[in-house]
């Protein structure tokens, strides 16, 4: 069973753009079976672990390092908007409240990366947490990983100048609860909370549409915690580089009518 003094933090940074990388290839392949292994035993056939974006995304993986190979047992991908629109990309969420024929969600999700384009903010959109199935027989550990992964996300998203994050909650599995400790909240419409809806990404299971625009004492405190690992961490590639004005992506982000 994993230790945590064999913990190590591995960030891999758009895939795509490092793909010549020996070790970009090597962890994309780890990461990818450690979302088969998390997914399978949790959502039936048909959710898929893995989409078109992890290939532009980041990947913030927690490996167990007890033989000197880094195995991934932990891990989330976070989708910068801006990536979007440098490789012709959907932003997911968008994508998928448009599948589900959501309009007032849609319109909060625009109203908020309208808001981010005027107030020169970065938003990502943070997804695919994922771990080892037999995690959950270590309680100890399970726990520890839970203030890690909080810590991370703060020190991670700071680094890179991503001030506001979205994300789906799942009430099934209580992750909604899970990430509100953070700072996130369930996005309203016009003053009103927006409602749970059957995401088809999620094999039709309810999620919640979040948001986090400032962090809790709790993950600030979780980052505290962990900087000594995030100082070691392992970075694998780069960032791509954005031409200007590449927030737009072309398009004036709008609101939906009706």
């Known amino acids: 069973m994993f230790v945590k003094e ?3 933090i591995l960030v891999l940074k758009c895939p795509y753009v490092n793909w010549e990388n020996r070790e970009t290839r090597e962890y994309f392949t780890k990461m990818v079976s450690l979302k088969f292994r998390g997914y399978t035993k949790k959502h039936h056939i048909g959710v898929m672990p893995v989409d078109t974006t992890d290939f532009i995304c980041d990947h913030i993986l927690i490996c167990d390092n007890s033989e000197n190979n880094l195995t991934p047992i932990l891990g989330v991908k976070t989708l910068d908007y801006r990536r979007c629109g440098l490789f012709h990309a959907d932003f997911t969420i968008e994508a998928n409240l448009k599948r589900c024929g959501y309009k ?3 319109n909060a999700l625009y109203s908020i990366l ?3 384009k005027e107030t020169e903010q970065n ?5 695919s947490y994922t771990r080892l199935p037999e995690i959950s027989k270590d309680r100890p550990l399970a726990s520890f990983l ?3 992964f909080a810590g991370l996300t703060v020190l991670y998203h700071t680094q890179e100048n991503i001030s506001q994050l979205l994300g789906l909650g799942v009430p099934k599995y209580r992750t909604d609860e899970f990430f509100q400790t953070w700072g996130f909240e369930r996005v309203s419409y016009q003053g009103i909370p927006l409602k749970n809806i059957p995401f088809f990404i999620l094999g039709g299971i309810d999620g919640v549409f979040i ?7 709790y993950a600030l405190e979780c980052a505290e915690e962990c900087m000594g690992l995030w100082k070691a961490r392992v970075t694998l590639g780069s960032n791509p580089i954005f031409p200007e004005k590449i927030y737009d992506r072309g398009v004036k982000i709008r609101e939906l009518q009706g």
């Open 146 to 148: 839970k203030r890690l």
């Open 104 to 106: 007032e969600h849609l």
């Open 123 to 127: 938003i990502s959109y943070y997804s």
């Open 6 to 8: 064999n913990l190590q």
């Open 211 to 217: 948001h986090l625009k400032q962090y809790t004492p």
């Open 114 to 116: 309208n808001q981010c």
